[in-house]
């Protein structure tokens, strides 16, 4: 089952600040993040495991709620380089284990960044 | 530079076509992983496979087979192509592993049309 992001679209201006949601159903052993720019493969940006910290590099960041099943994602000061699709991507295995790097993708969350 | 190469960019094929695509990484990862990506579905798993001739079936597997003879390449297959088979084909690798190194990296896509 895939893992449900939220907002499905968000819009903003430089320098604004957002925060895109992903949601499963089942326990999780870990979430991926990408970004997609139109026309181009989805790039990775980061992982974070269960009973890891905190993640994130330059203006992006992430976090892991392994209770609740749910992982957000944080753009700070967007840029407009920011702009894209970003997919989370969970991992399961049974009991919230490892799935040897088997990915469920959401449905994708489109960010568009404006001058 | 890790490089994922797929065997097309755009592909136009008739219904009842069989229709090969081939992916090559230079990685020497263990996984690999066939996608379709379509509107407002996001990235759905077709197929996966974590050794040579090894392959396990992902969330869509239906109308469409994998062959792996070698480690470094992957090709997907439609047997009998329908128009409902019209998509964005992504390709990815990764390691094996329970770890935070199985980023997956994906390949520029194929972007097949059935008519």
């Known amino acids: 089952q895939q893992p449900v992001q939220s907002p499905q679209a968000v819009i903003l201006r430089e320098g604004e600040d957002a925060v895109i949601n992903c949601s499963s159903s089942?326990?999780?052993?870990?979430v991926h993040w990408y970004r997609q720019k139109h026309g181009e493969a989805p790039v990775f940006l980061m992982i974070?495991?269960?009973?890891?910290e905190q993640k994130g590099h330059d203006k992006i960041s992430a976090s892991f709620n392994e209770k609740k099943q749910q992982s957000s994602l944080y753009l700070t000061a967007s840029q407009l380089s920011y702009s894209g699709t970003y997919f989370c991507?969970?991992?399961?295995?049974?009991?919230?284990?490892?799935?040897?790097?088997?990915?469920?993708f959401g449905q994708g969350t489109i960010l568009t960044v404006h001058p | 530079d890790v490089k994922v190469t797929q065997s097309s960019r755009y592909l136009v094929k008739r219904t009842g076509e069989k229709v090969f695509l081939e992916c090559v990484q230079d990685?020497?990862?263990?996984?690999m992983f066939w996608y379709r990506q379509d509107p407002g579905l996001g990235l759905r798993l077709i197929y996966f496979?974590?050794?040579?001739?090894?392959?396990e079936k992902g969330d869509i597997p239906e109308g469409y087979s994998v062959s792996r003879e070698k480690k470094e390449r992957f090709s997907l297959i439609l047997e009998s192509a329908s128009t409902n088979q019209t998509s964005m084909y992504l390709c990815?690798?990764?390691?094996?592993?329970?770890?935070?190194?199985?980023?997956?990296?994906f390949g520029p896509g194929t972007r097949l049309t059935v008519l």
């Open positions: 496979s974590y050794d040579v001739k090894m392959k």
């Open positions: 991507g969970t991992e399961g295995g049974s009991a919230g284990g490892t799935s040897y790097g088997k990915l469920t």
């Open positions: 974070l495991l269960k009973g890891g």
């Open positions: 990815a690798s990764s390691f094996l592993g329970q770890s935070d190194y199985n980023e997956q990296f």
């Open positions: 990685m020497d990862h263990e996984n």
């Open positions: 089942k326990a999780l052993y870990s």
